[in-house]
């Protein structure tokens, strides 16, 4: 090899190293991990371990002292990593459910027949997702959801704990609701307590919901200050920390790092800077589930074009509020898209888009999540009429890869900003 071709390798420029994880990150990942490793350490035990679905009342779980996991968080992740293709196959194929089910379902549905011994293929965790022995489950997200878990209730022959919210066609919950609702938490601890062989205790109880509430208010907190300009963090690093808000809401760990997350944005404020890579030209709402395959080209596409997104009306979700069992009831009424009406969806759009300044929202038309994309259609054309801010909507799906195109994504955000650019240039221009 002649000198100067290797003096042309050594002029290379170095890869530019990797901002190293902040100190909430490394706690996150550290929980998670204690999650996984606390449900097979009680299921060793013979303690009974339950799957839930998300927007579940898990202060109750966490006050009877259970160990829960959480089917929806865990097929995001696989999904993120990039290993849902064989579990999508296995359903779609050898499990013969149909490809138009949700990408979650469709994950866990294939896990839970490996666990349960009806498929052969390979765990890319190894098993983290323990069996479970009974369901935790509302319908306030959508009844998808719910036959979802009676197929696995019936798949393991085990039971589901079951809480009816019903769709809330106003923008507030009436009191007769609220009694419903009510009296079916009051039996589900009645009904969990006797499969467990748990004891229920008010003040335990009143220590969760503390805990609950206070996770709740610093998660509100973490977003509302991506208000401030520049924003402190990339929006998308929020969806990184919404697990310990999903399946660990009632801890102590949540609280520490809620907290860290927040003394790092706000140190970020202090010094006027941010984590997002690039200078921040234009700010939008995300509206929709996280597109996890593909999040890594979402950034990379919105990073080109200096677009940041300051606020979701996704996670914001888990910020539950409450002070007593009938708050708790209204407040799992009113919690998710399938508690909610297009009037009260667009009211709280209204209000993120001007508290955040954004300037455009992006629409993830999930094919997975058909009850939110129904309603999607209307309040994207009723929003961008009366706040005056643009949008762009793209295909995609929260775990199933094959319903996304980047070229897609790429000209709907080209679009997207050359409006944005154009009304900013209007303003500047009087």
């Known amino acids: 090899m002649s000198e100067a071709v290797v003096n042309t390798g050594a002029e290379q420029a170095a890869p530019k190293p990797k901002r190293p994880k902040p100190k909430s990150m490394i706690m996150i990942g550290e929980q998670t991990a204690a999650l996984f490793e606390n449900s097979r350490l009680a299921k060793e035990r013979g303690e009974k371990v339950g799957w839930s679905a998300s927007i579940f009342p898990q202060e109750i779980p966490e006050t009877l002292g259970l160990n829960i996991l959480y089917p929806e968080n865990h097929a995001a992740g696989i999904a993120a990593r990039h290993q849902a293709d064989s579990f999508l196959q296995e359903c779609e194929g050898p499990l013969g459910y149909s490809n138009d089910l949700c990408a979650y379902a469709k994950v866990n549905l294939a896990y839970a027949a490996v666990l349960n011994g009806e498929s052969e293929i390979e765990l890319p965790d190894g098993g983290k997702m323990v069996k479970p022995d009974f369901l935790l489950l509302t319908n306030n997200i959508c ?24 769709y809330n066609p106003w923008d507030h919950v009436t009191e007769s609701r609220v009694r419903y609702v009510r009296a079916q938490i009051d039996q589900l601890i009645q009904d969990l307590c006797a499969f467990t062989g748990k004891t229920w205790s008010e003040e335990r109880f009143r220590e969760v919901m503390a805990i609950s509430q206070r996770n709740s208010y610093l998660w509100e907190r973490a977003n509302d200050l991506m208000h401030h300009k520049p924003a402190p963090i990339g929006g998308f690093e929020l969806f990184n920390y919404m697990s310990a808000m999903v399946c660990n809401r009632g801890k102590p760990s949540t609280t520490a790092i809620m907290e860290q997350l927040i003394a790092e944005m706000e140190e970020n404020i202090r010094l006027g800077r941010s984590t997002f890579p690039v200078e921040e030209d234009f700010r939008v709402s995300w509206d929709g589930i996280a597109c996890w395959p593909y999040l890594s080209h979402n950034l990379r596409t ?13 996670g914001k979700a888990w910020a539950i509020e409450y002070d007593d069992l009938d708050g708790m009831a209204r407040a799992y009424c009113f919690a998710s898209t ?11 759009r209204m209000e993120a888009l001007q508290r955040f300044g954004c300037e455009g929202t992006i629409y993830h038309v999930n094919r997975s999540c058909k009850v939110m994309d129904c309603q999607m259609m209307e309040v994207q054309r009723q929003l961008a009429r009366q706040a005056g801010v643009p949008f762009a909507a ?10 996304y195109s ?3 994504f790429e000209t709907r955000i080209q679009g997207l ?8 240039e209007g303003k500047s221009n009087g």
């Not at 399938?338 to 709280?348: F, L, V």
Request: aromatic share 12%; charged share 25%; hydrophobic share 35%.
């Open 338 to 348: 399938n508690g909610d009406n297009a009037t009260t969806m667009i009211s709280r």
């Open 406 to 408: 980047e070229a897609q």
């Open 394 to 403: 793209f295909d995609g799906d929260q775990a199933d890869f094959r319903n």
């Open 302 to 314: 919105l990073k080109k074009y200096g677009v940041n997104m300051v606020a979701s009306s996704y």
């Open 417 to 424: 900003v050359e409006v944005m650019k154009q009304n900013k």
């Open 143 to 166: 009844n998808q959801l719910t036959k979802w878990y009676e197929n696995l209730a019936r798949q393991m022959n085990i039971p589901i704990f079951f809480i009816d919210t019903c």
